[in-house]
């Protein structure tokens, strides 16, 4: 009887035990323009070459513009890491969606996307949310510069085995509550620091029902829980996403890789080191209040009051969090106005999500005191998908800016950002101070509920529209 | 890798839990292509007033008068005391690149988020965990001691304070190893090459999908 996580663990070790500290066979390396540049300059300079250059795949992501993008990046440093990209993979002969490709986009994204993410892979990448990817029954986790240069020049990595935890989330969501509100409410159950130490499964009634797009949003947002791998076991909504996909089997090895993907769950009676038992059915809409994604509550509840801390340090950073955020105890989240809107991010970027905010903002506009809300889709193809249903126009028409695929104001490296004080209802994964741009104020929120807010100016339950 | 020796340091209190990499090193010193010059820009937004960019020359900036680490009793710190769950947030390595290239040899805390602990072995960069009550304790005596300092001693695994106590620490010992004799990981792993190499050839028969 194994667990998800032990049967890709083991799958996987080329060196040492099976319990402890291994050597460990990576099947897909993705990289973007920010955390390779010096891995790539130190791999030369040792004067070694890649191991494997077909399991990488390349996009320029944080840094690209969701503007007009025919005169290129007009940030000469942020131009210079692009190119830098575009070099290393020219010279190294690995495979790069370039910034006007129609396949580029978000790097997590556009690995499942592909089908350059395929079950019972380990999957790495420069880059926290790499987590997402997860969500296709993976040991998908980020890694640092110097981790990104061992997996160029060894296909390898030497790690740790993680602790497991099984979050058992079951019953049935209520309308209007997605993938985004079960993620923010584990958060606010097990905290930022929850899963430090663990691979987390996701499983449960509630985990089975949910689409391919809500399981990356879910795993993708383990990573704020503290854990740097989350997954979900292999089912038929997971084969028929892959299907058809440009890097994925066909023909008869398509057969034999489905055959081998449905042994990817974990075995009845199979035992973790931790659960965590969720009820699906009482989680209602999600509204982070503070400065980390711990820091939530529902739509209909209040900020909280330091006043009732009574843990010294669990007071002061809710009062640090609280001036940051320019919020007053006790007040109503419903009364919480906003200035700009974003949907988008490795979190919540793919085609459901802007169904589902289309759907909100339809026949709707944006409220006055709205000074930008914008929709960055995934990639190229989730904004081509868009646009053949109209969903662009939809958004168009309700006052929303509809721009080019890229990470944009999820962390704000290019010309998309929050002025000191400015206040976002953001579908993206991190509410950090300063993380929108310096100063400013993010409030964590599905795509529902930040298009809702778009159309009142404040959060407002999407129950009730 | 440069080999990690020791440390006897002058030690610097950041009294906050959940310190994350957004804070440590903004985004926007991340479009550098360089591994170096990071240690200016550590915590930019609580160092300094105005806003950092890449390039700025640090003789412009405003300091923030208020923020600890500006004090004139921490300067030289080569020990960052901190609280819980201490690099949350991205992967990116520049956190610790930026610590130590402040001038920080060690990090002691009750706790890390695995990227960032992970990241710090693999640039030499020593994260201490201690619990949390050893913490509590430290951050008092250096509130009460200018000066305070500790002696690390990674070989013997123990943290000294200037009174004489001696607290141990755990630390994997692949890593300790690795830190203690400034070893290249990748040059390690390559002597496992032809594991490798028939590791992938099964892998190519048994899971040919994979190879596409």
Known sequence: MQTLYNKLWKNHVVHGGADETALIYIDRHLVHEVTSPQAFESLKIAGRKPWRQDSVLAVADHNVPTTNRTNGIGDPVSRLQVETLDRNCEELGITEFKMNDLRQGIVHVIGPEQGATLPGMTVVCGDSHTSTHGAFACLAFGIGTSEVEHVLATQCLSIKKALEMQILVEGKL???VTAKDVALAIIGEIGTAGGTGYAIEFSGDTISDLSMEARMTLCNMAIEAGARAGMIAVDDTTIKYISGRPFAPKGDLWEKAVSYWRTLRTDEGAKFDHVVNINATQIRPQVTWGTSPEMVTTVDGRV???????????????????????LVPDMLIREIYLDKVFIGSCTNSRIEDLRVAAEVVKGRHIAKNIKLAMVVPGSGLVKLQAEEEGLDKVFLKAGFEWREPGCSMCLAMNDDYLSPRERCASTSNRNFEGRQGQAGRTHLVSPAMAAAAAVAGHFTDIQNI | MEKFIGCNGLVAPLDRANIDTDAIIPKQFLKSIERSGFGRYLFDEWRYLDHGEPGKEVAQRILNP??????????????????????????REHAPWALQDYGFQV???????????????????????????????IFREVDLNVGYSLAV?????????????????????????NLLNGLDEIGLTLQYASEIKSFEDKRRIEQPWLFI
């Open chain 1, 174 to 176: 209520c309308p209007g």
């Open chain 1, 304 to 326: 909280p009051n330091p006043l009732k801390i009574t843990d010294p340090v669990k007071r002061n950073d809710m009062q640090r969090a609280l001036d940051y955020m320019g």
């Open chain 2, 66 to 91: 208020d923020f600890i680490l500006n004090q004139n009793r921490f300067q030289g710190a080569q020990i960052l005391l901190t609280r819980a769950n201490f690099g949350c947030g991205s992967s």
């Open chain 2, 107 to 137: 990090i002691i805390a009750p706790s890390y988020a695995d990227i960032f602990f992970n990241n710090s072995f693999k640039v030499g960069l020593l994260p201490i965990v201690l619990k949390e009550g050893v913490v509590d304790q």
């Open chain 2, 153 to 177: 001693n990674l070989k013997e695994q123990t943290v000294v304070t200037p009174a004489g106590e001696v607290h141990t620490f755990d630390i994997d010992s692949f890593r300790k190893e």
